[in-house]
């Protein structure tokens, strides 16, 4: 566990790359279907109750949402998406903007791909690791809600799903992840260490 991640701090909300702030440093993007606990799993990483909205009506980000850790480096909330019941013109506003982010943001050094263990590789995901695949952009799969499961289903069905990655996507990597039980924070601090370049403080 890297406890760096706790001072991470709300900076701005912007709805497409021109509002973003300044390109640089380091970014990771969390991306994920709506309803697949995002939110639940950055407030989770940070140890914080609220740093990332989280509503019982998916679809509700909107908004690309920056949260600095340090000076150089930030996490960073992409709209959740692929959620039916999302006016049209708000689809495909995302289905402009996530592909223009990927494409666009220097500072972005990997994506961390949100799916619910219980329902993974839906269309949507599958879009965002090709998004990704083909621009070159690193992807860590995290298996969210693997408290639904007892501890050896939950390790065959991440096993299973890390199958179907390597064989569409080789280079994906993954893990099982709970928000309410805090499994897999460390395994998640240290991909966010590395494409972040940022470890844990001496005397930790």
């Not at 440093?25 to 939110?39: D, L, M, Y």
């Not at 695949?133 to 096993?159: E, M, S, W, Y």
Request: charged share 25%.
């Amino acid at each position: 566990m890297n406890p760096i991640y706790f001072q991470a701090r709300f900076l701005t909300s912007a709805p497409d790359l021109r509002r973003m702030p300044q390109d640089l440093g380091r970014e990771v993007a969390f991306a994920g279907r709506s309803n697949v606990g995002k939110s639940s799993a950055i407030n989770t990483l940070t140890n914080q109750k609220s740093l990332a909205r989280t509503s019982k009506t998916p679809g509700r980000t909107q908004l690309i949402n920056v949260f600095p850790v340090t000076e150089n480096a930030a996490l960073v909330d992409l709209p959740g998406y692929g959620y039916a019941k999302v006016p049209a013109a708000v689809r495909r506003r995302w289905d402009q903007v996530l592909p223009e982010y990927l494409a666009g943001r220097d500072a972005l050094r990997g994506v961390v791909l949100v799916m619910d263990l219980r329902h993974p590789l839906t269309e949507f995901d599958r879009q965002m690791l090709d998004w990704c695949t083909h621009i070159g952009v690193p992807v860590h799969v995290l298996l969210t809600k693997a408290d639904k499961f007892k501890q050896g289903a939950a390790r065959n069905r991440g096993q299973n799903v890390g199958r179907q990655l390597q064989a569409e996507w080789p280079g994906v990597t993954w893990q099982i992840f709970s928000a309410s039980k805090r499994m897999g924070v460390d395994e998640a601090h240290a991909r966010l260490d590395e494409w972040l370049g940022l470890g844990p403080v001496e005397g930790d």
